[in-house]
């Protein structure tokens, strides 16, 4: 069982931690990640965005896709389609190949949005995605506190 966290004592600027729990993602019908060596990104009224070794992702699983985005605290951001089981979710899952020397340790890891898989596992709980259309964060049943992304968070 995770432990209870609040989600408004997460730091900011956000901090970098290793997961003890096994992580998961299924997409189409197939395992397309199961990794014991994940890391999570904490920030203030987010929930966690989990990153997996680019080793432990199925091959094939991820297409480099267009676009890119930059995070204030983490750096650019490069995209991918998650394609597994004749699906293919666009833009479903992104990483930072040279990511700031704060999140040095994540640098190629992937992460995957949750509402864009068919499930997502942190242990053997099931998440939910982080509200809105923009945020990766997983949402567990541990958590408490307002989880930004809703309506009327978007500019917190």
Not at 9 to 29: I, K, N, S
Not at 137 to 144: A, K, P, Q, Y
Request: net charge neutral; proline share 10%; charged share 20%.
């Amino acid at each position: 069982m995770l432990p209870r966290e609040n989600v408004q004592d997460y730091p900011r600027p956000p901090a970098l931690e290793p997961v003890a729990e096994v992580l998961r993602v299924v997409f189409g019908g197939v395992e397309v990640v199961r990794t014991g060596a994940g890391y999570r990104v904490l920030e203030t009224h987010h929930p966690p965005t989990y990153y997996f070794p680019p080793g432990d992702v199925l091959a094939g699983a991820l297409v480099p896709a267009k676009g890119r985005s930059v995070c204030e605290w983490k750096g650019r951001a490069a995209y991918f389609d998650v394609v597994a089981g004749g699906c293919t979710a666009e833009r479903a899952a992104w990483a930072y190949p040279d990511p700031t020397r704060a999140f040095g340790t994540i640098a190629g890891y992937v992460a995957f949005y949750p509402g864009a898989m068919e499930a997502c596992y942190v242990g053997s709980q099931r998440v939910r995605p982080q509200p809105g259309d923009f945020y990766g964060g997983w949402v567990t049943d541990n958590l408490d506190g307002i989880v930004k992304g809703g309506p009327g968070t978007l500019h917190w």
